[in-house]
């Protein structure tokens, strides 16, 4: 099973609502990542979490969150988000560098957001 | 810092017809990997390189590291309109995976 899951596909949320993207693989890897894409860009990396703790934040603003609550789940808490952030959020898993598989992620099929 | 330039940024191919896309790298790569979004779709990943030369083949797909470890070239022969989407070269320093801004192919039938 090569599988990362993303729910949910679609969100649409005001600039005061709070919500929580999830993400969930089952391939035993170790280190979980939160990508933003916008359109017709590649994506850019948000944070990493090695071992379930938070190795890597692109100095991203404290209005989004992670956290990964086990080693199969990571979520992206949301609050009070612009509409510039707007974009197709995805989450990937890897096993740990360093490895022989050295990083070769999987992405799950994304959310894509929209802050009205 | 590190920057990976990737070109050309599109590429309209005849189907049938080959194609080369290119990645292209300021400083020297450790490892070198091809992804591919399809539209709609999510990155997947298609290859690793990390040998100076190394040249790897997937059926129409041949992937080639440079030997200074400075670039790398996808080269597509006989298009299908299944090669359509964006292709983006990516390197990884420990768990950081940076990408190329991308080559985005369309395929005319």
């Known amino acids: 099973d090569t599988e990362v899951t993303q729910t949910p596909k679609h969100l649409v949320m005001g600039m005061t609502n709070k919500k929580s993207l999830k993400c969930e693989q089952h391939m035993g890897h170790r280190a979980m990542y939160w990508y933003k894409q916008k359109a017709k860009k590649p994506p850019e990396l948000m944070f990493v979490?090695?071992?379930?703790?938070?190795?890597i934040n692109e100095s991203v603003p404290s209005r989004f969150s992670p956290e990964c609550p086990n080693s199969s789940l990571l979520n992206l808490h949301l609050h009070a988000l612009q509409p510039e952030d707007s974009a197709l959020y995805l989450c990937?898993?890897?096993?740990?560098?360093?490895?022989?598989?050295?990083?070769?992620?999987?992405f799950g099929a994304g959310t894509r957001l929209s802050v009205l | 810092g590190q920057q990976v330039m990737q070109i050309p940024q599109y590429q309209h191919v005849q189907e049938g017809e080959d194609f080369t896309t290119y990645c292209n790298s300021s400083t020297t790569l450790s490892n070198i990997q091809w992804y591919k979004q399809r539209p709609g779709g999510h990155p997947v990943f298609l290859i690793q390189?990390?040998?100076?030369?190394e040249v790897k083949k997937q059926k129409r797909l041949t992937f080639q590291f440079g030997e200074a470890k400075k670039n790398s070239s996808l080269h597509i022969t006989a298009t299908q309109t299944t090669d359509v989407g964006t292709y983006f070269c990516?390197?990884?320093?420990?768990?950081?995976?940076?990408f190329g801004g991308g080559t985005r192919v369309l395929v005319k039938p």
């Open positions: 390189l990390v040998k100076s030369g």
């Open positions: 979490y090695s071992y379930e703790k938070l190795s």
């Open positions: 990516a390197w990884a320093a420990g768990n950081k995976l940076t």
């Open positions: 990937a898993s890897s096993q740990v560098w360093p490895t022989l598989a050295k990083n070769i992620q999987y």
